[in-house]
């Protein structure tokens, strides 16, 4: 795949004065060893940081990171459902249902090798009135540990497929698990991606119990908040339903009690 004509990338203050910072130790080495201990002092205080920016999903210190939708928005009195990790022959077609019932539009940040079977369900996903999203092609484990071929490859591809079974582009990345490090910035860039995370989520993909999941939802729950749960992978409740079912039913009684409008990403954001 060629990246011709897509945009440069142009690394924040941070990654820059971390590359200058790195460049000077270097430099700084070969001056004299009474200098390295101090030189390694800093570069790894510097490579700590950058660890704990890829580390905490939703900070901002390794490129732009979207947590809540924009002020607009909000006085609009919008919220942002997103769902990740499907699309699932089981449990999606019910969250569609749930949605369509309460007249709420949300946001699939779908995983492209799941979409390709069956790829009806992105279909009917976008034919309801929802977005489908780029949650990247494998959800691999070691996703926080590629470089930037690797993110372009991985991510690039996912957006191709997702772009061909939705019939429209997707706009949106989220990362797994939401780490990363500096090469996803980059990436993002040149695919022409906004990284988008959370203001809060439920941990629904382990913890089966719908009250507590539900309760991590709605805490300090205002307009222009963005909730993450999982259409994917989910956890069972002790009867063995999906969890996301009954927290979703219980979620979206709860908004429309606080008059709070669930919209796709792409209608808050445009
Ligand atoms: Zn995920």
Known sequence: MAYVHA??????????????????????AALGPQLW????GAVAANQAAILAGGLLPRARL??????????????????????????????????????????????????A?????????????????????????????DFSLLGPRGYLREIGAAQEALAAAAGS???????????RNPFLDYALVRLELALVSWTRRGFDTVDGNAASVHRRLTRRLRAGDIL????????RTRHGSPVVLEVLARLLAALRAAELRPVTLRAALD
């Open 7 to 28: 945009p440069r990338w142009r690394p924040n203050g941070f990654l820059r004065g971390s590359a200058a910072l790195h460049a000077a130790a270097l430099a700084g």
């Open 37 to 40: 201990p101090w030189m390694l």
């Open 62 to 111: 390794l490129g732009p990171n979207r947590t809540r939708l924009p002020a607009a928005a909000a006085a609009r009195g919008e919220i942002a459902l997103t769902l990740d990790d499907g699309p699932d022959p089981e449990v999606t077609p019910r969250v569609l249902e749930l949605l369509a019932r309460a007249g709420a539009r949300a946001s699939f940040f779908c995983v």
């Open 113 to 141: 090798e799941r979409a390709a079977r069956p790829p009806a369900l992105v279909r009917e996903i976008v034919a309801q009135g929802h977005t489908v999203e780029n949650h990247s092609l494998r959800h691999r484990h």
């Open 169 to 179: 582009t997707p706009r949106f990345f989220r990362a797994p698990a939401g780490l």
């Open 228 to 235: 993450l749960l999982h259409d994917g992978r989910p956890a």
